[in-house]
């Protein structure tokens, strides 16, 4: 039953001639999956009309060839042979009974136009954004006229497709309406550059062409950047991101406002908190009438009550809590508060769009894989007959392992060497800013501790003879890996037998507490991701001087793909980390390592305490590896399958582990097929 407190959330909003059945809106988020994998992105996205989300949208829409955002992967209405694949996903969610939306831009100097070939467009002849030798050319009056008559072409093929809600949008620096709102981009001098009121003009004049389009039918939402966290060279909340709102005020249908770009808009954790857009977003409601959406990765249902009561917002949007839990409302609906697969905020998410393919997700394993594997976030299909499964080590593979195998219906024992719960999550979740990641495991146990199925032990390391005298018919190995101290990575394949001439730490040994050397740390960071940086805020914090070395011409280059690249290099900055990059190691002394440039090869010495070694890992399969020397004692102990999962078996990231969890209780008890998911790419040739 629904908690009285949180009866506000469920209450229906008027959307211009439509009205919501609730407060929930999935605001427009990008999947990997877009026009390439029609089925996969309708089924994720009704999934979560399942869920109970009142308003569920597309990612960006393209809305023409010059906005080609190859080998990016969105959304397509570039002529009615696209309404198709979108009608998919509305039928779904209809369903459902939630209201589609699609949001339709137009990219600008965003694109390079790889596919299409065409030149980007722009309001003054920008250099195309991105890293391609590409400029866009400057628009002139028969450009702005196509480019208005594409907006009321694609939301009339919206509206054919099936849409409720079609949005106009200028977020992200991503947008060309938004590259005209800006001085920084728009150096015109004609009636669309120069004044507020010429930079706003085409902007007012899209959403009208759109509104006559859409007609009675459908709502308008506009999208927009109150503030791109640049002070006065771009848009702020208290300058010309309230006068846009104010001079627009009562146009749209209802106002979806957030941060520009997406690094802001879509901040990690470890870098913010539960509703830190509020202090740029709150002013909306005190200009317009009209309801307002905006984003926070809220999760908490008291956090969204209060932004309703405040009058912050009217409906509480979200992007990455409706990933990790597309079943939100409904939990919140049926009093299952506790139920609730919480975000971690840790934007591996939105590594599958810049990456080009579909997403995962750290908390939901089921995501991306909705229709390919037909996996669903709250069901799982029942095993045939009752089995034993002894599942050895209490991390995030082995947890997850566990709760879908004991959801199927499996007798589960679950035997964790430690003394706590969560494995690496339960270690790294103590790193500074990583509390969130916490929920990993958090979420897992609160759901294996409320099953009949599970019987679990800490501090049960187990051996060959533990395991076969214990009987269990199947055995899942999910005991982790380990860091290398020896410089093995991505640099360095072979070990580094210098290394052995001073003081080396891995991050194994920073996060249980060792005790640092005197003297300056160096970490050396082949990992390229989050651990290497951590371990610098480790060092500093231990009064060292510290510096991080790379051999990528980047610091954290694979957190570009996580959106807190520049927040985790400009904390280091901060911090007086000193960093160097494009170097490997080449030799070490007792007080003193040197360098190598990965280019030329030239040599540099620094002074080192003690080195951090932040390279690779080593799956740590010692009891898996001893039951295979023990195979022909299984059948007499009743022993049917060994499996390693997880880090054991091939170290990754958390997300991984949890995936491999799932897959090896999805597929428990049957064969998988050479290709065990549906394809969506197979295409005939021709001569």
Known sequence: MRDPRYDVLFEPVQIGPLRTKNRFWQVPHCSGMGHRYPNAEARMRTIKAEGGWGVISTQEAEIHPSSDITPA?????????????????????????????IQLVHNG?????????????????????????????????????????????AALNARAAGFD???VYAG????????????????????????????????????????????????????LAVDELMGPEGITCDGEGRDIISALAEEPDVWDVNLSGWSNDSQTSRFSDEGFQEPYTAFVKSVTTKPVVGVGR?????????????????????????????????????????????????????????????????????????????????RIAPIAMPQSVLVVGGGPAGLEAARALAARGAEVTLAEAGREWGGRVARECRLPGLAAWGRVRDWRLGQLQRSAHVQMYLESRLSVEDV??????????????????????????????????????????????????????????????????????????????????????????????????????????????????????????????ELSCAYTGRRMRLDCGS??????????????????????????????????????????????????????????????????FKREDIVPLFG
């Not at 078996?649 to 998988?672: E, K, N, R, S, V």
């Open 172 to 223: 992200h620096d991503m947008a060309l309406l938004q590259h005209f709102l800006v001085k920084r981009h728009n150096h015109r001098t004609d009636e669309y550059g120069g004044s507020f009121e010429n930079r706003l003009r085409l902007f007012r004049e899209v959403i009208g062409d759109v509104r006559d389009a859409i007609g009675d039918r459908c709502a308008l939402a506009v999208r």
């Open 298 to 378: 809220y999760t908490s249902p008291d956090s969204m009550v209060r932004v309703i009561r405040k009058g912050i917002l009217d409906l509480i949007g979200a992007a990455r809590p409706s990933i990790a839990d597309p079943f939100l409302p409904k939990k919140i609906e049926e009093g299952r508060i506790d139920d609730i697969r919480e975000c971690i905020g840790c934007n591996i998410c939105t590594s599958g769009d810049n990456t080009c393919a579909p997403m995962r997700c750290t908390q939901n394993p089921t995501v991306g894989e909705e229709w390919r594997r037909g996996w669903h976030p709250e």
């Open 611 to 676: 080195l951090v070694t932040v390279t690779s890992r080593r799956p740590v399969d010692g009891l898996w590896q001893d039951l295979q020397t023990q195979r022909e004692a299984w059948a007499d102990a009743g022993v049917l399958s060994v499996t390693r999962i997880g880090d054991c078996l091939a170290p990754g990231t958390i997300a991984a582990a949890t995936y491999a969890g799932h897959l090896y209780a999805q597929d428990f008890g049957t064969t998988p097929d050479e290709i065990p």
């Open 73 to 101: 992967n969105e959304a397509r209405l570039w002529s009615r042979d696209d309404i198709p694949a979108l009608r998919a996903m509305t039928e779904g969610l209809h369903a459902h009974g939630a209201l589609a939306a």
């Open 165 to 167: 809600i079609i949005y």
């Open 468 to 593: 076969l005298g214990m009987g269990l018919p199947h055995v899942v190995v999910a005991t982790g890996a380990a860091w290398r101290a020896d410089g093995v990575g991505r640099a360095h394949r072979l070990p580094l037998g210098f290394l052995a001439n001073g003081s080396v730490l891995t991050p194994d040994d920073m996060m249980a507490g060792a005790m640092l050397p005197e003297g300056p740390v160096v970490v050396f960071d082949d990992d390229r991701y989050y651990i290497g940086s951590l371990m610098a805020e480790l060092a500093v914090a231990a009064g060292r001087d510290v510096v991080l070395v790379t051999p990528d011409n980047l610091v954290s280059a694979f957190s570009e793909h996580t959106l807190d690249q520049g927040r985790i290099q400009a904390r280091l900055i901060s911090l007086g980390v000193r960093i160097i990059t494009a170097h490997g190691l080449a030799d070490r002394g007792s007080d003193w390592l």
């Open 109 to 153: 100097h965003h694109v390079a136009n790889r596919y299409s070939r065409m030149l980007p467009l722009s309001p003054s002849g920008n250099v195309y954004d991105g890293s391609d030798p590409v400029q866009a050319r400057a628009m002139d009056k028969a450009d702005i006229a196509a480019l208005r008559g594409w907006y009321r072409t």
